[in-house]
């Protein structure tokens, strides 16, 4: 298979792909022009089938990817100017994340589908984004990753204000602004590492494995180290988010379309711990380790506090974004802990959360097209009416809670094992962000399924549909598999983790 | 060499100048005798002027500088890189605004004249080897532009906007001859390699510097740097919109391509003096420009603030030390460019009933209503905030680089913040657009503008990214020949 597939640009066509079927779209707009009864029609088909060929592209990349081999593969170099290049290539860490964001992407397009606002627009816009996402995950040269990172601020803007809900506009200038500052921020950093990088007499200052080698090199003293670490730190935190530069991430989730809301919460979010991960911790090992009971503080407090608001939120959507909150604080504490145990925690949990909240986000999706609200009180009982839906919901709160047996388990159990070695204190706090998670989520739980139904409204509601089924069954499998099977993911994500803690713990103190 | 020896081996190297004048002057006869009738013709003729200039120049690139007449000018890389973006952004602006004036029943031949002389001073101003053509060119572009602010005299708004200024403008003029006199005293000469030549054998003291922030002062206020720019929101909005299209993008080319040609050469060696001065002015334009916009609901208005912005970001690069600063200053406005000459390009085709519509609130609903417009306003608006992949990111991160590189990190930190705060307000613009619910549909933009800034949008993305490499290897060239 990997002879067959030798010398394709994969990862290119994987990235680029979406965006050819966004020029397709547009193509068959600026033809049709309007007055087309199936026109709508045609192009959810279209970008539906595009979505999946992106996804069996990104196999074939799989297929041809050597996961025992620590280093970056499938490269593709092409010189740009300023001794930057067009550097593509994954290690397993990216490889991962790339197969969730094609994974997750036709789900997000098929749980759109009742779109009637501008949906050509609307589909170009998540093609855009999707091969914004997958170019986040594989470019090897940093200023390719920037113009990436920060170019899915675009499509994102727009899908937030113009098919969102309530207060959208308000939501979209915060989510915009927020991340712009923090990576503007990052960007003033990235041009002063290839500064040092090119007075030290590096040719391709902004190749990530340059940059790294030469970090690991001692390029970055220890006093300039903080100083980048924080301006990264800066960026990662908004998009990760973490306790206290979070407060976009609500605003923003609830009032996203429901796919909008998956996508954030599965792969948008996915990029602030990656980041930690190919840059504070290799690049910065001296300032990671002077950081680490600062990232640990606030990551308890994430999950401690975050998981308390939770409790007491009244919008289904905004509950689950503030879970989202508390379970990255674990994937913060397990990539801070610098320990193998840690790292591949954290890895395992944001491939989990991917997938966990992606499906919670879209079990909301759900009684939303039926009813309109996302109120919890306007809910209860639903299972006397919507018994397959209720099961369904019920798998994903588990996960959510972490119950051995779904994905949510051995990402939260490794990330406490890594935090336990390095300071035990931090995993009993933890910990207890554990109990409250079961609190939070059983509770909506409840509140929305079970009981009477107490609603007149609620009486008409139909269970869930063919198409919901489609969006479901392969979320209610790789949530088992990886529940069951953890360490499919984790011998997967090994080499990366191993080299990541090893540039780490080489600067210990 | 004798001076007729001179003026012939001169003559071939101003062929751009030569062609711009010759027009100017046939066109001032023709349109004595033809009145309304040649308009079409004049402005066809004088885009085709105007673009041709912009060849002849490219096609003289030389590859180390040529004196000519009496070392008054130069044809080096960066006379020819300015020329090449001055005649191709006004050609861009002529091309719309004829075809605006044309649709509006205002078919008065000076436009073109106008344009093609303001043009040949902005040529005079980017070649400038002595202080008296630095002038000369100087004024010969504002005398055009003044008249061309107050196009319509029975508006009192535009008639406004060209007193203003030409009032605040003679101030400047005055300063700058105030400096030069000063510079002249200090050092002996008017050449700039003999003042070069005084100020590294340490000529001059605190009496040279007075005359180097007064020179700079003047520049700044013709460049719209902060806090010299208060002229600008009000001439920018009385303008007629074409008009602003070009003073927004040819005669900031040619002041900033003049401001590194005086910094790097003749004060070369002073350094030390103006960097503190020119890094003021980044910083003050940058945040002034970003903060002033936000309030703003006209958007010629906001795209002066917007201007002051960008004119910040050039000047950091200029600041940043001769290294990269030149060369970053000037890739940064080739990529700027396109994306604001787009922007005016709608802006000119916003229109409903007849009439001008220029506030942001006239373009909500845009998308559902012209979806086209919509997309493009969307691509030029994220070029010229810096969002990536769009040009405009590009030419951030280029004077980031050189600014961090020279040590001016906290310079690059006020443009960060600038940054974000510019970005809020054109995104209040992109919210019109997108969010509101659509106001009565604005006209069709005609296809003249509809090509030019779909072009416009082009080369923000994806051309002059791909091109960055050959942008790159000319601006590096050009700037190379002064050392």
């Known amino acids: ?73 499938l490269t593709e170099n092409v010189p740009w100017a300023f001794g930057m290049s067009y550097a593509m290539g994954v290690d397993t860490l990216a490889m991962s994340l790339v197969l969730l964001t094609t994974f997750l992407m036709p789900i ?26 997958i170019g986040v995950f ?8 920037y113009v990436f990172f920060e170019g899915g601020l675009i499509p994102m803007f727009i899908l937030i204000g113009v098919w969102g809900g309530q207060r959208r506009v308000y939501a979209a200038f915060k989510f915009f602004l927020y991340t712009l500052l923090g990576s503007l921020l990052m960007l003033v950093a990235i041009v002063a590492m290839m500064a040092m990088a090119r007075n030290a007499g590096i040719e391709n200052p902004s190749n990530i494995p340059a940059l790294t080698a030469f970090a690991a090199q001692g390029g970055f003293s220890p006093d300039i180290q903080i100083w980048l670490w924080l301006a990264f730190f800066a960026s990662f935190a908004v998009k990760m988010p973490m306790w206290p530069v979070h407060t976009w991430l609500p605003d923003a989730h609830v009032e996203a379309p429901t796919a909008g809301s998956v996508v954030l919460a599965a792969i948008l979010l996915k990029m602030g711990g990656y980041g930690f991960l190919r840059f504070s911790l290799p690049m910065f090992p001296d300032a990671s380790h002077y950081f680490t009971p600062f990232v640990f503080t606030l990551s308890v407090i994430a999950i401690v506090w975050a998981s308390l608001v939770a409790f007491r939120q009244l919008d289904m959507k905004k509950l689950i974004a503030y879970s989202s909150v508390a379970h990255m604080g674990f994937v913060t504490l397990g990539i801070f802990a610098g320990n193998i145990q840690g790292v591949q925690g954290a890895i395992f949990q944001m491939l989990s959360h991917g997938i966990i909240s992606g499906a919670l986000f879209l079990c909301v999706g759900v009684v939303y097209d039926r009813m309109h609200t996302r109120e919890i009180a306007f809910y209860g009982g639903l299972v006397n009416r919507m018994p397959v839906y209720a099961a369904i919901f019920l798998l994903f709160t588990m996960g959510n809670v972490g119950l051995p047996g779904t994905s949510g388990f051995p990402g939260e159990i490794l990330t406490m094992l890594g935090t336990f070695q390095v300071n035990a204190w931090f995993a009993a706090a933890a910990a207890l962000g554990v109990i409250l998670s079961a609190a939070y989520a059983l509770t909506l739980y409840r509140k929305v399924a079970l009981g009477n139904i107490e609603n007149p409204k609620l009486d008409g509601i139909t269970d869930i549909d063919a198409r919901e089924w489609v969006l479901f069954v392969p979320l209610i499998i790789a949530t088992l598999l990886m529940g069951f099977a953890p360490s499919l993911v984790l011998d997967f994500t090994k080499a990366s983790a191993e080299t990541i803690v090893s540039a780490f713990a080489g600067a210990a103190p | 060499m004798t001076p007729l020896n001179d003026l012939m081996h001169s003559l071939p190297y101003a062929r751009p100048e030569l062609l711009l004048a010759a027009f100017a002057l046939l066109g001032a006869v023709i349109g004595a005798w033809g009145g309304q009738k040649v308009f079409g013709l004049l402005s066809l003729l004088g885009v085709g002027v105007l673009v041709a200039a912009g060849a002849v120049a490219w096609m003289q690139n030389p590859s180390a500088p040529a004196s000519i007449f009496q070392g008054a000018m130069v044809v080096d890389g960066v006379s020819v890189f300015a020329k090449v973006l001055i005649s191709l952004s006004a050609a861009a602006a002529l091309l719309v605004g004829a075809d605006h004036f044309s649709r509006a029943g205002d078919r008065r031949f000076e436009y073109p004249v106008l344009m093609a002389l303001a043009v040949l001073g902005m040529f005079v101003m980017v070649s ?147 960097q503190q001065v020119v890094m003021a002015l980044a910083a003050i334009s940058m945040v002034w420009g970003a903060f002033g916009a936000l309030l703003q609901t006209n958007l010629k208005r906001l795209m002066a603030y917007s201007s002051i912005t960008n004119m910040g970001f050039a000047l950091m690069g200029l600041a940043a030390g001769p290294e990269q600063g030149p060369a970053s200053a ?121 090509l030019t800034a779909t072009l416009a949008a082009a080369l923000s993305f994806p051309v002059l990214v791909l091109a960055l490499g050959a942008l790159q290897r000319w601006a590096e060239t050009a700037v190379r020949m002064w050392n």
Request: glycine letters at 8%; charged letters at 10%.
């Open chain 1, 1 to 73: 298979m990997s002879e067959f597939l030798a010398g394709w640009p994969l990862l290119s066509i994987v990235t680029f792909l979406p965006a050819a079927g966004a020029i397709w779209v547009l193509a068959a707009r600026a033809m049709l022009r309007g007055e087309n009864p199936g026109f709508d029609q045609g192009v959810r088909i279209i970008t539906l089938v595009v979505t999946i060929a992106t996804f069996i592209a990104s196999l074939f990349a799989f297929a041809a990817f050597n996961p025992n081999n620590p280093e970056f593969q």
């Open chain 1, 108 to 133: 997000c397009i098929l749980a759109s589908w009742h779109i009637e606002k501008q949906v050509a627009s609307y589909m170009v816009l998540f093609l855009v984004l999707e091969t914004l996402m």
């Open chain 1, 138 to 145: 594989c470019a090897q040269d940093i200023v390719l990753f």
């Open chain 2, 128 to 274: 400038a080897q002595d202080l008296i053509s630095l002038y000369v060119g100087v004024e010969l572009q504002s005398l055009a532009a003044y008249v061309l602010a107050a196009w319509r005299r029975d508006d009192a708004r535009s008639s406004e906007a060209g007193l203003k200024y030409f009032v605040l403008s003679a101030i400047s003029s005055g300063l700058l001859l105030f400096g030069a006199s000063f510079v002249y005293g200090f050092t002996g000469s008017i050449r700039f390699d003999q003042i070069a030549a005084a100020v590294n054998e340490g000529a001059g003291g605190i009496g040279l510097v007075f005359g180097l922030v007064l020179m700079l002062c003047a520049l700044g206020f013709k460049m719209s740097a902060a806090p010299f720019h208060m002229w600008t929101p009000d001439v920018y909005e009385g303008a007629p919109t074409p008009v602003t299209a070009f003073f927004a993008a040819a005669p900031k080319v040619a002041a900033v391509a003049l401001m590194a040609r005086v910094l790097y050469e003749p004060f070369g060696g002073m350094l030390a003096q103006w």
């Open chain 2, 330 to 450: 000037l890739i940064y406005l080739a990529l700027y460019l396109p994306a604001n000459i787009g922007i005016f390009a709608l802006i000119i085709s916003m229109q409903r009933n007849g009439e001008p519509a220029e506030t942001i609130g006239d373009l909500a609903g845009l998308a559902q209503k012209r979806a086209w417009m919509a997309a493009l306003f969307t691509m030029l608006l994220f070029s010229i905030a810096g969002i990536p992949p769009f040009a405009g990111f590009i030419g951030k991160f280029l004077v980031f680089a050189a600014a961090v590189d020279a040590g001016l990190v906290w310079l690059a930190i006020v443009g960060a913040v600038a940054a974000v705060v510019s970005a809020a307000y054109y995104l209040r613009i992109l919210a019109s657009v997108w969010f509101a619910p659509p106001a009565p549909a604005l006209q069709k933009a005609s296809s003249t503008v509809a």
